[in-house]
């Protein structure tokens, strides 16, 4: 008997085998960390980036900043560990050696400071707007990408004969390895990012209160 994604709304039929979903969101599933995940875009991160360039703008010297710079440091160091002793024919996890790989180069091209940035801000996102995110994994595999997507290291182009332009294109981790690059961003950085998202929530609030205040003074004019 033929078997339907298992995704609501999707009445295609799944692959063969022991997936559960059509090759479309099988491949979602691989590339997003759900199969009804979708991909977050810079626009979509972009205002989060803002709050977050606006408090630390607000907060120059707070030493929180090279903290969590430091704490970034720190895993580029644990991910060269991890290389090293991998190169030295210890073994060890193929996955969180590959995720070690992700690390390093982003520490080679990228600055702390615009990984913590980037980091919080989809921290920030997820803490605010969690509709975004479908589960954890999906979370995980989003902050990896958007920090991976700040160098043009995980970019490629291919040659796509039916329009005769080269295309650029995105070269994903294995989904394993996706979701262990952004469990320890997130581990590493998140703390930074949900204590931005409840000054946000706070401030929001006292506006909100301050409006309601306003509102009940004019109320009482005569």
Not at 68 to 73: T, V
Not at 126 to 131: C, N, Q, S, T, V
Not at 195 to 221: F, I, M, T, V, Y
Request: with cysteine; charged share 25%.
């Amino acid at each position: 008997m033929t078997r339907t994604c298992q995704v609501s709304g999707c009445s295609t039929p799944a692959v063969s085998g022991f997936s559960p979903y059509c090759p479309a969101h099988r491949s979602n599933f691989r590339r997003h960390g759900e199969a009804d995940q979708k991909a977050i875009t810079k626009a979509q991160v972009n205002p989060y980036l803002a709050l977050v360039k606006a408090r630390i703008a607000k907060n120059p010297h707070s030493p929180a900043w090279t903290t969590l710079e430091a704490r970034w440091r720190a895993l580029v160091d644990h991910a060269e560990h991890i290389v090293a002793e991998y190169e030295r024919g210890r073994p060890g996890p193929r996955i969180e050696r590959l995720a070690a790989q992700e690390i390093i180069k982003i520490g080679k091209s990228v600055t702390a400071r615009a990984v913590v940035e980037m980091a919080m801000a989809m921290v920030m996102m997820r803490e605010l707007h969690p509709r975004h995110f479908r589960s954890d994994r999906a979370f995980w595999v989003q902050l990896g990408r958007r920090v991976r997507g700040l160098t043009d290291l995980n970019y490629g182009e291919r040659y796509v004969h039916a329009t005769g332009k080269v295309k650029r294109c995105y070269r994903a981790l294995s989904p394993r390895a996706g979701i262990v690059l952004g469990r320890w961003l997130a581990e590493t950085l998140g703390v930074g990012g949900l204590h931005l998202a409840r000054l946000e929530q706070a401030d929001h609030e006292k506006k909100l209160a301050e409006r309601r205040n306003l509102h009940d003074a004019l109320s009482k004019l005569s």
